[in-house]
């Protein structure tokens, strides 16, 4: 394996020059053994995965960043392009190769590789192309980084999150899927510019499938503290379902605006998943809405009913991945919406060849 990665050797016949540049200091201790090295690799360089890159590089989440594609000149250009922007970031071993070994050693591995919808193809048929295309993936990851986390973000990013955690043999806590987290944070934007305030000040969750099925928690939103529709209620001020529901509706279609202005989705995706890489390997036990295994949370039993089903829900994110779920409150309709969900997923998975 030839891995790719920026010369040091400057001088004739390849000499490095470190040594004859610098005068060591004598009598030094080693480093310290608490001070650890934090590996990031990214499986796919298109749109996605190098808005990832990107994102990852200026917010200093990593020491070494792992590049993997199957387009060789592609990657190696992209490698280049982010190394050559080296004077304006926080430093980084950038590597690239078409051999996963290059991942060997990481504590996060982000796929973002996926198969491209052909003309005519049936969302089946391309998830199946996803699931063999993961089987050249997946194996090896696990191999090379035993004890890393999987964050998968190709889509369905569900079923491909499940279908990961069959091919990695890893503890569920370990396979998550970017799901919702996006999701959430544009319902956040669309509440927090219908009231005018920071978006940060909105605390709202869509839950369970990333795409139509999903489900908004109207009965958990809070602004600045105070939840919202307990609070027009007490003001006698009236809130029709059409509205809110348009609401909902708004946030599923928001990638689909995007993709027609644009072509694709990259920058908020980018620094969503960026924000995940960042909870999670700096142990900031935030809670996301993100996907993971979801059997025995609000009476889903999918396991009862033939397999495991993976879909988002607020988890707490740290060190460990994906540490718990938080018991959000959820009205009986809501409930039964995220089961509805869970079961749209399950019956895909099980005409799935894993």
């Known amino acids: 394996m030839h891995k790719v990665t920026s010369t040091s050797s400057l001088g004739p016949g390849g000499l490095d020059l470190t040594q004859s540049f610098f005068k060591p200091i004598q009598n030094t201790a080693p480093p310290s053994p608490t001070k650890r090295h934090t590996k990031i690799s990214v499986i796919g360089v298109g749109n996605v995965g190098m808005a990832i890159a990107q994102t990852i590089l200026t917010q200093d989440l990593a020491d070494e960043l792992a590049l993997v594609d199957a387009v060789k000149d592609k990657l190696r250009g992209e490698m280049l392009d982010l190394q050559h922007a080296a004077a304006f970031l926080p430093r980084t071993q950038i590597l690239s190769s078409t051999d996963y070994s290059v991942t060997a050693g990481s504590d996060l591995c982000i796929v973002t590789a996926g198969a491209r919808q052909n003309p005519g193809e049936s969302r089946l048929n391309l998830l199946q192309r996803n699931v063999g295309l993961f089987k050249k993936i997946i194996p090896p990851l696990a191999q090379l980084s035993p004890d890393a986390i999987l964050l998968i973000v190709s889509n369905p990013v569900d079923v491909?999150?499940?279908?990961?955690?069959?091919?990695?043999?890893?503890?569920?806590?370990?396979?998550i899927g970017s799901g919702t987290n996006l999701d959430s944070s544009r319902f956040r934007f669309l509440i927090a510019d219908h009231l005018d305030v920071n978006a940060q000040d909105v605390q709202a969750y869509i839950v369970g499938e990333h795409g139509d099925s999903s489900v908004a928690l109207w009965s958990s939103i809070s602004v600045g503290g105070v939840p919202i529709l307990s609070f027009l209620e007490k003001q006698q001020i009236s809130c029709e379902k059409e509205t809110l529901e348009r609401i909902h509706k708004e946030v599923v279609g928001s990638a689909y605006e995007v993709i027609s202005l644009k072509g694709y989705t990259s920058w908020a995706i980018g620094y969503s998943v960026a924000n995940l890489a960042f909870s999670?390997?700096?142990?900031?036990?935030?809670?996301?809405?993100?996907?993971?295994?979801?059997?025995?949370?609000?009476?889903?039993?999918?396991?009862?009913?033939?397999?495991?089903?993976?879909?988002?829900?607020?988890?707490?994110?740290?060190r460990g991945g994906a540490l718990a779920v938080t018991n959000v409150h959820m009205t009986e309709e809501e409930v039964q919406r995220l089961r509805d969900s869970a079961k749209t997923l399950l019956e895909l998975q099980r005409q799935l060849e894993v």
Not at 160 to 175: I, M, Q
Request: aromatic share 10%; net charge positive; hydrophobic share 45%.
């Open 280 to 318: 999670i390997l700096r142990n900031q036990r935030k809670i996301h809405p993100v996907t993971v295994m979801a059997n025995g949370f609000h009476g889903i039993e999918a396991a009862g009913e033939g397999g495991e089903v993976f879909l988002s829900l607020p988890a707490l994110l740290g």
């Open 160 to 175: 491909l999150t499940y279908v990961a955690w069959k091919l990695s043999g890893f503890p569920s806590n370990r396979v």
